[in-house]
């Protein structure tokens, strides 16, 4: 799509490591061949509020990492859960991701 | 009638109908290969009582990820002969798994979360399963989890369901608490799995699932690892709020 953008924000510990899940999602981007479909990366770092990722945060109301907003001309989409976008962005999901996603939607399911 | 505490419930109110009642209902509704019992081996087993006292041959199933405990797959083995019953067990496919376990290992759900093994071994299974079925029996009450506080009775059951195939899921108790749940199964008899005895409120998969204190919710016997990592996700309100005073005094 021409005129869509695709940032993807992932967070900083104070420790410097990236958080775990946003260690997952980038292996899982690897995994699924989406890195193409990616246009920025910026970094939410815990140790400094004036980072682009924290700015960013705060400016689209976001208290979780990672997270990826979607521009499509003057419309913005904020994405908080991984396989949310692959499966309404990328349209990419398989049937795993869609269970996982069905889990994710249903949370008591994990319980069965 | 099976217990004085599903009698009390009928009286009531009429959304705490008692268990057996709802599942006649289901039975009257659906035919023996339309519905079926899920058994998760532990005090679920409440329903197979109930229900087999209605309906001897009904279908139950299992979700055997593998990773059970192997006192549950004992306690599977001795309910099918105690009521004489047939229990499908559900599989995950094996190159699911494979390729799962040849990714992340054997342990990744304590790492990245439950979510990704859950939906291999679990829900994969019981979606393929339910695809044959118009109509479950869970064992779900909403005293079990925040994620399960607003349980009905029945209801559609919107995640298995498609556009050409609904399926109705039954829960009859819902309106049970734990205490409910045992009271029955000593007033019945009622065979129940060993690692209750233990401390096991919550039993699921053997890494995912530990023994909880007297006075802790079942809950914190599943995934118990999960909270911190998730906190770790958060963007700490400290900063964000840091920035917001920055933005507003100094631009």
């Known amino acids: 799509m021409a005129d869509r953008s695709i940032t993807f924000v992932k967070k900083i510990l104070a420790t410097g490591e990236p958080c775990g899940k946003c260690r997952d999602v980038e292996d899982r ?36 990492a990672p997270f990826f907003v979607v521009q499509t001309g003057t419309k913005t989409v904020i994405y908080t859960v991984f396989l949310k976008f692959v499966k309404e962005v990328l349209d990419a999901a398989n049937d795993t991701d869609k269970a996982q996603l069905l889990l994710a939607e249903n949370p008591g399911l994990d319980l069965i | 009638m099976a217990t004085r505490s ?31 019992i899920s058994f998760s081996g532990a005090e679920d087993v409440v329903l197979i009582d109930i229900a087999t006292k209605i309906r001897p041959d009904v279908q139950v199933f299992s979700l055997d990820t593998g990773r059970l405990h192997p006192e549950t797959y ?29 990714r992340k290992g054997l342990f990744s759900f304590y790492r990245d979360g439950h979510q990704e093994c859950c939906s291999i071994r679990k829900i994969k299974p019981l979606r393929r399963h339910l695809s044959g ?40 108790l819902a309106g049970w608490t734990s205490e409910d749940v045992w009271a029955y199964i000593r007033g019945n008899d009622v065979p129940y799995n060993p690692l209750h005895d233990a401390g096991f409120m919550s039993i699921g998969c053997e890494p995912c699932t530990r023994p909880v204190g007297p006075h802790e919710h079942e809950r ?32």
């Open chain 1, 29 to 64: 981007l690897t995994a699924g061949g989406h890195w193409p479909a990616i246009d920025r990366v910026v970094v939410a770092d815990e140790r400094d509020p004036d980072s682009e990722g924290m700015r960013l945060a705060v400016e689209l109301g976001v208290e979780r």
């Open chain 2, 6 to 36: 599903i009698e009390t419930k009928t009286q009531d109110s009429l959304d705490e109908r008692n268990a057996e009642s709802v599942i006649a209902d289901a039975f009257e509704r659906f035919g023996p290969e339309q519905i079926a």
């Open chain 2, 74 to 102: 004992r306690f599977i083995e001795r309910i099918r002969d105690h009521y004489d019953i047939r229990i499908d067990l559900l599989m995950p496919d094996a190159q699911d798994v494979q390729d799962l376990v040849s």
């Open chain 2, 133 to 172: 079925l118009d109509a479950w029996v869970t064992g779900q009450r909403r005293d079990q989890s925040v994620t399960r506080v607003d349980v009905p009775l029945e209801q559609d059951d919107a995640a298995f369901s498609t556009i050409d195939h609904r399926v109705v899921k039954f829960n009859p």
């Open chain 2, 220 to 251: 914190n016997g599943r995934w118990w690892w999960e909270e911190a990592a998730g906190k770790e996700c958060g963007l700490h309100a400290q900063n964000v709020r840091a920035v917001k005073f920055v933005g507003h005094n100094g631009h």
